[in-house]
């Protein structure tokens, strides 16, 4: 039971280039969110989705795109990075039975120079 | 939409010492206050929560309190050791359907032996 798996750990992209934050969890939990943590500014929610097919925006949503086709997957996508989104990202499910615990994953540090 | 503000962002304990980490929240409609601890280059985790219908919640060294009314909850850590250093998040769940969670900004610990 690995529980909640981000890939990459590190990533440093140029600025206006696109990419994919994995995230995919094997405890079959329903509810899935990421955030970003940036110093002094805390776990910011960026989208967040209760189950396979349906998916909302959190508090900083903007240049972010997401999906849910699968349980298991929840992946992030970077339209066109900006240096503002320099940040650690972070994944996290859980069981999505209302105020239920939420697992982390070991979260990506994305550096956009 | 649902805005948490913690408080101290840094906080400093000899070991043995109490410490106090208070938050507060705006939408009186939150129910779920769970606690996270993150340690340096860590996910958060899980440490103790709290539920709408309960004003206070012990757990070894470790108690969370709960005014409704004032729309504030704290974290109070007894008898503190170096192993506790680390940043502490509050947060609130605002929605009574889904898992959601808001952040406050982070309390960063250090217990001094």
């Known amino acids: 039971n690995a529980g909640v798996t981000q890939t990459p750990k590190f990533q440093v992209l140029k600025t206006g280039q696109s990419m994919t934050l994995q995230c995919a969890q094997d405890m079959n939990h329903e509810y899935m969110s990421w955030y970003r943590q940036d110093p002094g500014m805390g776990l910011r929610l960026i989208h967040y989705?209760?189950?396979?097919?349906?998916?909302d925006q959190g508090e900083v949503p903007n240049g972010y795109n997401v999906s849910r086709s699968t349980t298991e997957d929840f992946p992030l996508r970077l339209l066109s990075a900006a240096p503002s989104q320099t940040s650690v990202y972070f994944c996290a499910s859980s069981r999505g039975e209302v105020n239920t615990e939420a697992f982390f994953g070991q979260g990506t540090r994305l550096t956009v120079v | 939409g649902e805005n948490v503000e913690q408080h101290p962002s840094t906080l400093s304990v000899q070991e043995g010492d109490s410490a106090v980490i208070k938050c507060t929240y705006s939408?009186?409609?939150?129910?779920?206050f769970p606690w996270y601890k993150q340690e340096l280059g860590k996910r958060p985790q899980l440490i103790i929560d709290?539920?709408?219908?309960?004003g206070e919640k012990k757990d070894q060294r470790i108690a969370v309190t709960l005014n409704k009314t004032a729309k504030h909850f704290s974290l109070h850590i007894t008898e503190t050791q170096p192993e506790d250093s680390a940043v502490y998040f509050c947060a609130a769940s605002p929605s009574y359907n889904t898992d959601k969670l808001i952040f406050g900004t982070g309390t960063r610990l250090q217990v001094f032996p």
């Open positions: 939408d009186s409609a939150s129910n779920y």
């Open positions: 709290i539920r709408s219908n309960v």
């Open positions: 989705s209760v189950g396979a097919g349906i998916t």
